[in-house]
């Protein structure tokens, strides 16, 4: 059973970037045709799609942070990677990454599983 | 504001039945995107009770159930139990943005 596992710094200074890392077991994230997607929650607030990149390395992002973010995939550590800079207190969140079901088209598709979430706080 | 629209509370007693809509358009549901229903628990993270827009993963109980119309869908939960108390969320893809859109959330209490 595929686990995901978010890390990464908790603090992130105004204007920095914040770079999350993903960590997947239990499966190779090169194997198959997926969906890899990093979601955000603001506390008490709902949920937000930051962005994805399918299996064959193209991404797409939610148009109100395209240009600011960039998702990765690092085969030989079998991770996933995001990046998102010129951060602000808006930016600060609970960061799921989360996979979607392989093989099925975008317009069909859904997340899960989830990873657990980290928190990121952006503040000097 | 959220591209799908929830009720943001809905409340039943035990036992009792609720249903709570997600309305979107033309761009995503009503483009034949399924819509997918999560339960959050607080501090956790989203679990699917409902996928393609009427189908439930093993696990979940019957109670819950979904459906699809037009540019809407609706998630049903019949005998309400103490434990049903979430943040509920649908989510689906939009053609417009090449994404995935969510609810901005319903809120169920048992009261």
């Known amino acids: 059973q595929v686990h995901l596992q978010e890390s990464g710094p908790g603090l992130v200074n105004p204007s920095q970037t914040l770079s999350l890392t993903c960590t997947v077991s239990?499966?190779?994230?090169?194997?198959?045709?997926?969906?890899w997607s990093w979601i955000r929650q603001p506390a008490g607030r709902g949920l937000e799609w930051v962005g994805h990149?399918?299996?064959?390395?193209?991404?797409n992002s939610n148009p109100s942070l395209k240009s600011r973010v960039t998702i990765s995939l690092d085969t030989s550590k079998n991770q996933l990677s995001l990046k998102l800079i010129s951060v602000t207190a808006a930016d600060t969140a609970v960061y799921f990454c989360?996979?979607?079901?392989?093989?099925?088209?975008?317009?069909?598709?859904?997340?899960?599983?989830w990873g657990q979430g980290t928190l990121v706080t952006v503040s000097s | 504001q959220s591209v799908l629209t929830q009720p943001p509370s809905v409340s039943g007693a035990p036992e009792q039945r609720v249903t709570i809509s997600c309305t979107g358009s033309?761009?995503?549901?009503?483009?034949?995107?399924?819509v997918h229903w999560y339960q959050q628990l607080p501090g956790a993270a989203p679990k699917v009770v409902i996928y393609?827009?009427?189908w439930r993963p093993s696990g979940v109980p019957d109670r819950f159930s979904g459906s699809k119309s037009g540019t809407s869908a609706s998630l049903a939960i019949t005998g309400l139990q103490a434990d049903d108390e979430a943040d509920y969320y649908c989510?689906?893809?939009?053609?417009?943005?090449?994404?995935?859109?969510f609810g901005g959330g319903t809120k169920l209490t048992v009261l």
């Open positions: 990149i399918y299996s064959t390395g193209s991404t």
């Open positions: 989510l689906s893809y939009d053609t417009s943005l090449s994404g995935w859109v």
């Open positions: 239990g499966g190779s994230i090169s194997s198959g045709s997926y969906y």
């Open positions: 033309r761009s995503n549901i009503g483009a034949g995107s399924d």
């Open positions: 393609g827009s009427n």
């Open positions: 989360a996979r979607a079901q392989m093989g099925i088209p975008a317009l069909l598709n859904w997340f899960d599983p």
